[in-house]
């Protein structure tokens, strides 16, 4: 079977994306995001999306009613297609990361959110690049939160993942499995990256088809993000957020900001 790169999921086949992402209870992860920021949280914050594809999430936060949202990602499609999935009050803005909209040149944001291992399609170099421009434009309080691959499940080659399969409905109402990854992977020799493929088939009407899709992806880890805090200014720092499991499941949620503000808010001094 042809392996097509992954971007081209993001591009031509962003509404299946989008549907097959939708196993998420995106009101209830971003209500946890705000609950990590240090009382009193105001009603005008501003959260920003990083890799947002749909921008669930940050459509999610405008529906909260804690402020304004704004998106980032590569693919036009997704711009596209969160404009009719999504709030249209997020500001969307379509830049390859690390390199960030001008448009959004002196916005300060309360939170900046890179969901479910979309930091892993950066480089260590490119990923440092990103955190060093995001940590000044956070507010004083202001949290950056990644959500990496938990090390321990790519140990076991990502075989106890509970989301590694996922049944999904299309707009016309056929049904779709996502196997993410299919089959093992193998990691690299030269650093920890591997090369994961994607199956997803689909069963409709008239036709039933299978693709899949090669996502190469980069394995991140806590102790990366705490050097690279470290390296932007002595208060910066990182930590893993205890007990998320339950909000964001298969998942390490690191936490990026003013040391002084996360040990005092977070209770993990
Ligand atoms: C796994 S999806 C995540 C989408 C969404 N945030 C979610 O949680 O479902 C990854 C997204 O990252 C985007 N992407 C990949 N590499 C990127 C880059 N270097 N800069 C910006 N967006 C990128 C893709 O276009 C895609 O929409």
Redesign the pocket.
């Known amino acids: 079977m042809t392996l097509r790169a992954i971007?081209e999921l993001?591009e031509s086949g962003a509404e299946i994306?989008e549907r097959l992402?939708r196993d998420r209870d995106f009101a209830r992860q971003v209500g946890t995001l705000v609950q990590l920021l240090p009382p009193p949280v105001s009603r005008s914050l501003r959260f920003l999306?990083l890799?947002?594809?749909?921008a669930?999430?940050a459509s999610a936060f405008i529906a909260s009613g804690h402020g304004e949202a704004f998106a980032?990602?590569?693919?036009r499609a997704?711009a596209r297609l969160a404009a009719t999935t999504g709030n249209p009050a997020v500001s969307y803005h379509i830049?390859?990361?690390p390199a960030f909209p001008p448009e959004l040149n002196g916005v300060r944001f309360d939170l900046i959110f890179a969901?479910?291992?979309?930091a892993g399609?950066?480089s260590i170099e490119a990923l440092a690049k990103m955190v060093r421009h995001c940590l000044p434009i956070l507010v004083a309080k202001g949290l950056l939160v990644l959500e990496l691959h938990d090390p321990q499940l790519l140990a076991g080659q990502l075989r106890n993942l509970g989301l590694k399969e996922r049944a999904f409905t299309l707009p016309d109402g056929s049904d779709g499995k996502v196997t993410w990854p299919h089959g093992e992977f193998q990691f690299s020799r030269n650093g920890w990256t591997a090369e994961l493929t994607v199956q997803i088939a689909t069963r409709g009407p008239n036709a039933d088809s299978t693709s899949q899709f090669s996502s190469v992806e980069h394995f991140h880890s806590l102790e990366l993000l705490q050097f690279i805090c470290s390296e932007v200014a002595p208060d910066f720092g990182a930590v893993a957020l205890p007990s998320m499991e339950r909000h964001f499941p298969g998942s390490v949620l690191v936490c990026c900001g003013r040391r002084r503000i996360w040990e005092k808010s977070l209770n993990l001094a």
Not at 51 to 54: E, K, L, Q, R, S
């Open positions: 971007s993001y994306y992402a999306e890799f947002a594809g749909p669930a999430h980032v990602d590569a693919s997704m830049s390859t990361l969901p479910r291992y979309s399609y950066l």
